[in-house]
C-alpha cells in the first residue's frame, strides 16, 4: 500500500486533520503560496525557498503531487525542464493560503511592537 492510499484509508477524528495531513509540515503552505499565482521551475522555488533542502523539496512536492494539488509538467528538452503549478483542485487552498498569509502579516506586525 502506498502513502496515498494510506492516507485514503486513515480515519480522521476531525477534517482539520486530514487538512493537515496533505498540507501541514513545515514547507508545503510555504510551496503552496509560491505556486498560488505562478508556475515555477524546481531551481525558482529552491530560491524562493533557500532554507528548504533539495530532497525535502522534492519529497514535498511529491507528496502534494499524490494529494492532487500539484502538477508535474516534464518537457523533452535537453536539458531537461520540469514545471509546478497548481491543480484545479489544488488552487481551492488559496483561499487558505491568503488567511495565513494576513494573520503572519499581522503577527509580525503585533511582535514588531
Partial sequence: MNELQRKRARRYRCP???TL??????WKAVILFWL????CRFGELRRK???????????????LEEDGIVQRKV?????PKVEYSLTAYGR???PI???LCAWGKKHLRQHQR
Avoid: N
Avoid at 21 to 26: S, T
Avoid at 75 to 79: D, E, G, L, Q
Fill in 92 to 94: 481551492t487552498l488559496r
Fill in 75 to 79: 518537457y523533452a528538452v535537453v536539458p
Fill in 97 to 99: 493560503t491568503e488567511m
Fill in 36 to 39: 498560488r499565482d505562478e508556475v
Fill in 16 to 18: 482539520v486533520e486530514a
Fill in 49 to 63: 525557498i533557500p532554507d528548504i533542502s533539495e530532497r525535502m523539496l522534492t519529497q514535498h512536492l511529491r507528496e
Fill in 21 to 26: 495531513d496533505v498540507v501541514g509540515g513545515k
